[in-house]
């Protein structure tokens, strides 16, 4: 897998967009970018992810560099429910997910 | 509701004892994924099932158990159970294996072993 780092914590205010940075600079050219978001104790939850053009849904943006080096997950109208650990996954094989510490985005009023 | 159910959703026994944890795919997926969480570790993966068929492995200790049945739902067997095996245990679900399809996470079974 290539190795994700991501900023530990981050603040937003409800409302305003959040942007979460990953840098993912030893991703290799079939290595998808995913992103996944843990509320408190819950299951994690899909959020969306892409290869090489930006991606849009129903929840999110993703913006991917040009040189695949690193990626934005932008939530465009943050609510306190966006609070939770949101992570980066550049996954070899998709089939075994490693998670790492991810970011801390808390949400305030 | 990402449609993967899991049973139970508390389990409370002691060290030594041996503990089923059953998972429900979403409708039409295929391939199922089990994931432990513990406070020192995060979120782990154990084992990926198939179409009922083993087909990935992660750091699953000998003493842990899966498979998948028929009707595509999966049991998670803990066997000997020690304290440090106390954690969440997640359930995942995705439609293929192999290819970039997203896992769709259950609400988890929160194991505590005295």
């Known amino acids: 897998d290539a190795k994700t780092t991501q900023p530990t914590s981050m603040d937003c205010a409800e409302g305003r967009a959040a942007n979460l940075p990953c840098n993912h600079s030893?991703?290799?050219?079939?290595?998808?970018v995913y992103w996944y978001r843990q509320i408190h104790s819950q299951g994690p939850q899909y959020i969306i992810h892409?290869?090489?053009n930006n991606e849009t849904n129903e929840m999110a943006s993703l913006i991917i560099t040009e040189d695949r080096k690193s990626s934005t997950l932008i939530l465009p109208h943050a609510t306190l429910r966006d609070t939770a650990v949101y992570y980066c996954?550049?996954?070899?094989?998709?089939?075994?997910?490693?998670f790492g510490t991810g970011t801390r985005l808390q949400v305030f009023p | 509701d990402s449609g993967v159910t899991q049973t139970p959703k508390h389990l409370i026994t002691a060290t030594g004892q041996r503990v089923t944890l059953r998972c429900s795919p979403r409708?039409?997926?295929?391939?199922v994924y089990w994931y432990q969480q513990s406070l020192d570790q995060g979120l782990q993966f154990l084992i990926q099932y198939y179409n009922g068929e083993e087909r990935a492995k992660g750091n699953i200790l000998e003493r842990f158990s899966a498979q998948q049945f028929p009707d595509l739902h999966s049991e998670l067997n803990l066997s000997s159970l020690e304290l440090g095996d106390s954690a969440l245990y997640f359930c995942?679900?995705?439609?293929?294996?192999?290819?970039?399809?997203?896992?769709?996470f259950g609400p988890g079974t929160r194991l505590t072993v005295t």
């Open positions: 995942a679900s995705s439609v293929g294996a192999g290819v970039p399809y997203e896992q769709y």
């Open positions: 030893t991703i290799s050219g079939n290595e998808y």
């Open positions: 892409g290869l090489k």
């Open positions: 409708s039409g997926d295929l391939s």
């Open positions: 996954i550049a996954p070899l094989n998709t089939d075994k997910l490693i």
